[in-house]
C-alpha cells in the first residue's frame, strides 16, 4: 500500500506509547484503521518495536521523542505530526510517571519527585493537548483520551503525587471537554489494578498473591490488561460520539461494587 493510498486515514498520537496502555493503544488504533504517531521518552528500543507491529497492520507511523513536561519539545512533537501526516484526529495522552515512596513515608517524599510526577502527568497532558488543538480542530470530529486512575477517584495504595496528579487529570479532563467542544471531545480512562509490569513494580514480591485477591473480589473474576485499556479507549475515539468530560472506570466493577 503506497502512501497515496494511505492519506485519507484517520491519525492517532499516543505519548508514552512505547510501553504498557500506549503500547496496546497504539496497536488498537492501528488495527482500527488509524496511522499513529508513538512518543516516547526513553523507551526507544520498545517504541521502534511497537512501531514496527503497527505498520504490520497497515498503518503509517512516526516515532517522536519528547519529554512532555517540556513545552519546547511538545510543540516539536506537534509539528512533526502535521509535517508527516497533516492532520490528526485523536490523541491519547498516556505519557506518566510515579514514584517508589509509599504513602505511608511522609518524610521519605521528596518534593523534586512531586514536582516531577505533576510536570509530566498533569502539565504535561495539557501542554500536549494545547498544541495538538489547532490539528485536532482541523480534523473535527476529533477526540482526545486521558490516562486517569482510580486512586485519583478514590484513595488507594499508589504514592500521594500519582494519587493527586490522576485526580488533578480528572478535573483537567472535565475543565477541556468544556473548553473545546463541539470540535474536540476530551474524556478520561481510570484503570482499576492492572495486571503487568507497572504493578509487579509497585507491588513487588507481593505481585501474585495480591493481584490474585484483587481478581477474586473483582465481579468479572481477573483484573484489568492493557489490551482492556486500549479497547475502551478506541471506543471512546471512535464508537461514541456524544459522549465527553467522562471519566471511564476499567476495573471490572470492582470500584462499584466495593
Known amino acids: 500500500m503506497t502512501e497515496q493510498d494511505t492519506a485519507g486515514r484517520p491519525v492517532a498520537l499516543v505519548t508514552g506509547g512505547g510501553r504498557g496502555i500506549g503500547r496496546a493503544s497504539v496497536l488498537a488504533l492501528a488495527g482500527a484503521g488509524f496511522d499513529?504517531?508513538?512518543?516516547?521518552s526513553?523507551?526507544?528500543?520498545?517504541?521502534?518495536?511497537?512501531?514496527?507491529?503497527?505498520?504490520?497492520?497497515?498503518?503509517?507511523?512516526?516515532?517522536?521523542?519528547?519529554?512532555?513536561a517540556d513545552e519546547p519539545a511538545v510543540r516539536e512533537l506537534a509539528a512533526a505530526v502535521e509535517a508527516r501526516f497533516?492532520?490528526?484526529?485523536?490523541?491519547?495522552?498516556?505519557?506518566?510517571?510515579?514514584?517508589?515512596?509509599?504513602?505511608?513515608?511522609?518524610?521519605?517524599?521528596?518534593?523534586?519527585?512531586?514536582?516531577?510526577?505533576?510536570?509530566?502527568?498533569?502539565?504535561?497532558?495539557?501542554?500536549v493537548t494545547r498544541a495538538c488543538v489547532p490539528l485536532l480542530r482541523r480534523?473535527?470530529?476529533?477526540?482526545?483520551?486521558?490516562?486517569a486512575s482510580v486512586v485519583g477517584l478514590r484513595p488507594g495504595p499508589q504514592p500521594f503525587p500519582y494519587a493527586a496528579s490522576k485526580a488533578a487529570v480528572v478535573n483537567l479532563t472535565r475543565t477541556l471537554a468544556g473548553a473545546l467542544g463541539p470540535e474536540?471531545?476530551?474524556?478520561?480512562?481510570?484503570?482499576?489494578?492492572?495486571e503487568g509490569e507497572w504493578m509487579e513494580h509497585a507491588l513487588g514480591d507481593r505481585y501474585p498473591d495480591l493481584i490474585a485477591r484483587r481478581a477474586k473480589r473483582t465481579p468479572l473474576r481477573r483484573c484489568v490488561t492493557a489490551d482492556d485499556v486500549a479497547a475502551?479507549?478506541?471506543?471512546?475515539?471512535?464508537?461514541?460520539?456524544?459522549?465527553?468530560?467522562?471519566?471511564?472506570?476499567?476495573?471490572g466493577g470492582y470500584t462499584a461494587t466495593t
Open 184 to 194: 474536540i471531545r476530551v474524556n478520561a480512562i481510570a484503570p482499576g489494578w492492572m
Open 36 to 40: 499513529v504517531a508513538v512518543n516516547y
Open 42 to 68: 526513553r523507551s526507544e528500543t520498545a517504541a521502534k518495536e511497537v512501531a514496527t507491529a503497527a505498520e504490520a497492520l497497515g498503518a503509517r507511523t512516526l516515532l517522536v521523542r519528547a519529554d512532555v
Open 86 to 127: 497533516d492532520r490528526l484526529d485523536a490523541l491519547v495522552n498516556n505519557a506518566g510517571t510515579t514514584t517508589d515512596t509509599p504513602p505511608s513515608d511522609l518524610d521519605g517524599l521528596s518534593m523534586e519527585d512531586w514536582d516531577r510526577i505533576f510536570a509530566v502527568n498533569v502539565r504535561g497532558t495539557f501542554q
Open 139 to 147: 480534523s473535527a470530529p476529533a477526540a482526545v483520551v486521558n490516562l
Open 232 to 251: 475502551t479507549i478506541t471506543s471512546l475515539i471512535t464508537s461514541n460520539p456524544f459522549v465527553t468530560g467522562e471519566t471511564v472506570v476499567i476495573d
